[in-house]
């Protein structure tokens, strides 16, 4: 059954309101980024504003680390409603994480969720829960569902998703039209298109681009590639003369003065042309040099024309 929202913060929030009643339980163990509403970012260091008690409720887990999981049942014994995750976003599971993450919930009685917020109409047609074969009780969808019209989803078991109807998941603007219409379109198009196929083609060029330019410049100690092509990370690591903050503010003076709004990731879209790429790949030769260059000759502060970014939270 599929239950319609606005936001992705809707749906992982409806998602877990509804675990919360069809376990009476109050506990959440979440993995990623959820979106801005309490029972999320109060977990985060972004938690101004939030109350201690719902603060308290929602327990952080680490990616391809099972035992972090383990430890929040240990702790909150017969308590853990739901346990909410990416299924993936800048590192690869590994030795089965997701298959084990599903079982652990479920031997400890909690509903299992995915955020596919980003991952959904983007790794396969049916989600990351297609791409790995990994079927979660609860999934949650936005973004890309309507190819940028405002509207999200919670998708699941139906004993489940049934008790919709008792919760209270209801909004002045749940009932436009245009967005639902939108999102049709969008599906139509992803079904008879190979849209899916295209972006992880058009990103397996930025990818390999990337590490070439990476190895070129020399740069494999600070830079490095994550993600699938088709939602792809380009990392930092602190180098003993600047922390990874710093260079990533350089990073992003650079790209955005050549017109490139990335946040250093690769969000590719069906759109994408190869001289999009080309250009990408152009400014990021550039910049990388410019990198180079600030690290050799220790001159940042100024080289720098914003202050750098301070870290408030990472969650990826
Ligand atoms: C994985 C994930 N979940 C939830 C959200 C929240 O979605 P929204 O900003 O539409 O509320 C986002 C937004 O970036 C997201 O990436």
Request: with cysteine; glycine share 8%; net charge neutral.
């Amino acid at each position: 059954m599929v239950r319609f929202g606005k936001n992705g913060s809707d749906a992982t929030s409806g998602a877990v309101r509804l675990a919360r009643a069809y376990t009476k339980r109050d506990h959440v163990a979440a993995c990623g980024y959820h979106g801005w509403q309490d029972w999320y970012i109060g977990s985060t260091t972004r938690n101004l504003g939030v109350p201690k008690s719902t603060q308290e409720l929602t327990h952080k887990f680490a990616y391809n680390d099972i035992d972090s999981l383990n430890k929040i049942f240990a702790d909150y014994k017969d308590q853990v409603a739901a346990v909410i995750m990416e299924p993936m976003n800048s590192v690869e599971p590994v030795n089965g994480f997701l298959e084990k993450t599903k079982e652990l919930s479920h031997k400890n009685g909690a509903v299992f969720i995915f955020d596919e917020t980003i991952t959904g109409f983007r790794y396969a047609n049916g989600g990351a829960q297609e791409y790995f074969g990994v079927i979660p009780d609860l999934a949650t969808f936005g973004k890309g569902l309507a190819n940028g019209y405002p509207v999200s989803a919670i998708a699941g078991r139906a004993d489940i998703m049934r008790l919709m109807e008792e919760i209270f998941f209801s909004f002045t603007f749940g009932g436009e039209t245009l967005s639902l219409a939108a999102a049709l379109a969008t599906m139509t198009k992803l079904q008879k298109e190979p849209v899916v196929e295209t972006i992880w083609k058009q990103g397996g060029k930025v990818v390999d681009g990337v590490n070439d330019l990476i190895r070129r410049h020399g740069l494999k100690d600070l830079l490095s590639t994550g993600g699938k092509p088709c939602w792809s990370f380009l990392l930092f690591k602190d180098t003993d003369v600047y922390s990874q903050w710093e260079i990533k503010t350089l990073f992003l003076q650079e790209v955005f003065a050549r017109g490139i709004l990335t946040l250093g990731t690769h969000n590719i879209s069906y759109s994408h042309s190869d001289t999009d790429i080309e250009n990408l790949l152009k400014a990021y030769d550039e910049i990388f040099q410019i990198i180079m260059n600030v690290l050799s000759d220790r001159n940042l502060p100024e080289i720098l024309r914003a202050k750098p970014l301070v870290p408030l939270f990472k969650v990826r």
